[in-house]
């Protein structure tokens, strides 16, 4: 049974600071794993789906990477700005494509 | 596109009433999700579709039935609300690619839900 944690569960920044956010899963038998930013009372809004093919995905300033060896994914933002405060959920598949397992998030605040 | 919908925004329900939550998408996705979102358990799987007509069981499906009877809409209906079931409910869908594998997901604003 696939299992997906976050770390950390908050962060805090100054504006400008970059900074990796972790994912990390037991089962590495993963067609994708996909990365989401949820603002407060708000639905889930997709950044960056990374195809177990690939290492990389790049949206702008945020650029995720995947190594399913150590079953680990990133989530790196660049230049972080005041309007990236938000959670962020990463979700890998459960013996299935359509089956996500979603971490619990970090709660990112970067201040001005 | 109107992408993913869902209704009602806000619903608050008594103890043992029934009712349904809407999805509807219009982006043709064969696949589509429900799922819930608790403080600290993050969001879990209740129920899944592959198609029109095929639906499957998720992490948390007690308590909750659906249907695909069309492509666009994937209904959840709780029988008998109980105070547990009080949470916020998404609802997502994606494409299936031509290997068969789900692809990204796309999910709607949610709905919710207080069990008095």
């Known amino acids: 049974k696939q299992e997906v944690t976050q770390i950390p569960a908050a962060l805090s920044v100054p504006e400008g600071e970059n900074l990796v956010l972790n994912c990390s899963f037991t089962?590495?038998?993963?067609?994708?794993l996909q990365w989401f930013r949820q603002d407060p009372g708000k639905g889930l809004t997709s950044l960056l789906l990374?195809?177990?093919?690939?290492r990389e995905q790049t949206s702008g300033r945020l650029n995720a990477s995947l190594d399913k060896s150590s079953g680990r994914s990133t989530l790196y933002i660049a230049a972080s700005q005041p309007g990236d405060s938000a959670t962020y959920l990463c979700a890998a598949p459960n013996t299935g494509f359509q089956k996500l397992v979603f971490g619990t998030g970090t709660r990112l605040l970067v201040s001005p | 596109n109107a992408g993913v919908t869902q209704t009602p925004k806000f619903q608050v329900l008594k103890t043992g009433q029934s009712m349904t939550l809407q999805c509807a998408q219009d982006m043709n996705h064969e696949y589509m999700s429900w799922y819930r979102q608790d403080p600290g358990m993050g969001l879990r799987l209740i129920h899944y579709?592959?198609?029109?007509?095929?639906?499957d069981q998720g992490e948390v499906p007690n308590g909750y039935n659906v249907s695909r009877s069309t492509t666009e809409d994937f209904p959840l209906r709780l029988l008998s609300a109980a105070p547990s079931q009080t949470s916020v409910y998404f609802c997502a869908s994606s494409y299936r690619t031509t290997s068969g594998v789900g692809n990204e997901q796309f999910f709607g604003p949610g709905t919710r839900l207080t069990v008095l």
């Open positions: 990374i195809q177990s093919s690939q």
């Open positions: 089962d590495s038998a993963i067609y994708n």
């Open positions: 579709s592959v198609g029109a007509g095929i639906t």
